[in-house]
C-alpha cells in the first residue's frame, strides 16, 4: 500500500503491486546525485523539523515542480498520469483521489 500525505489533513492509500513498488523505488533512487559512496548528496535542511533536501539530477522549475514530480512517481508506479499537467497540489490529488479505494 502506497500512502500520500499532502501538506492537508489527508492521507490517500492507493494499492499498488510488487513490480509497480519496484519501478517506483527505482525511478526513486534514480531522482538522487550520489557521492563516489554511492550516497545521497545533503543539501541543507528541509522545510519541516525532520527532513532534508539532496542533490538532485533534475532541475526544479515552476514547470517541474513538486507536485509534477509526484506525478512522475505515480505514474513510474503505474498510475495513468501526465506528468506535466498537474502543476498544483489540488490538480494532483483530486487525480490521486480517483486511484483510491477509500
Known amino acids: 500500500m502506497l ?3 499532502p501538506l492537508v489533513d489527508e492521507i490517500i492509500a492507493l494499492e499498488i503491486s510488487r513490480e509497480n513498488y519496484i519501478n517506483l523505488c527505482r525511478f526513486l533512487q534514480d531522482q538522487f546525485k550520489k557521492d563516489q559512496e554511492n550516497k545521497f548528496i545533503p ?3 528541509g522545510f519541516y523539523s525532520n ?4 542533490a538532485s539530477n533534475e532541475k ?3 514547470f517541474n515542480n513538486s507536485n509534477v514530480w509526484t506525478a512522475k512517481a505515480l505514474n513510474e508506479a503505474g498510475f495513468d498520469l501526465n506528468p506535466a499537467i498537474y ?3 489540488k ?3 483530486d487525480k490521486v483521489r480517483g ?3 477509500k
Open 3 to 5: 500512502y500520500i500525505k
Open 99 to 101: 486511484h483510491s479505494d
Open 60 to 62: 526544479y522549475t515552476a
Open 91 to 93: 490538480s494532483l490529488m
Open 43 to 45: 543539501q541543507g535542511p
Open 51 to 54: 527532513s532534508h533536501f539532496f
Open 87 to 89: 502543476l498544483t497540489q
